[in-house]
């Protein structure tokens, strides 16, 4: 695996915060040159954490938490000697509703990658300044396919995440 690669990673029980992860990495894909992994939190090694340039995580919103796997999986992350330390980190989450949490976890996860000295990039576009975040479950997209204006975020999430890689590493 080069110095260019990504992780990208997420947990996902009804399939929305994945919809998000695959346009994060057609993103990626986008920029020649990064490499990206994809996979749930519940298959990544810790030597993939280690491995990775840069860590591009999910998560649904829970009661306007990150989910306990999530959190528990960053918990997992090596800190002795801060080995994280400089790693490019970004976020994205899915939420049901507006406003009722999918800010808050994404800035919660934003900090703890913070703990360990990580970079943190948003994504390509204003309305994803913070990461990238879907709602899922309110309204007109309360549809059983995340809507595309929401791939749209995580797929620049990923290309911004991809160049950064590039210019950094
Ligand atoms: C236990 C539980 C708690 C939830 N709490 C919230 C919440 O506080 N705010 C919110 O916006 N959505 C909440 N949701 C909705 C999920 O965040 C949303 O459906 C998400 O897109 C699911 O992602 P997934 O398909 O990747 O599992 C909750 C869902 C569950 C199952």
Redesign the pocket.
Known sequence: QSERNILITY????????AMAEAVAKGVAEVKGADFVLKPIAEVSEHEILQASAIILGS?????NMTPEVQAFINSWPFEGRPLKNKIGAVFV????FS???EAVMFSMIRSMMIHGMIIVGGEELEAAFGAS?I??EGEFAEKEVQEIFLKKAEGLGKRVGEMVLKFY
């Open positions: 947990h996902s029980e009804s399939g929305k915060t994945q649904p919103v829970y009661n306007a899915t939420g049901g509703g009722i949490g999918e879907a899922t479950g």
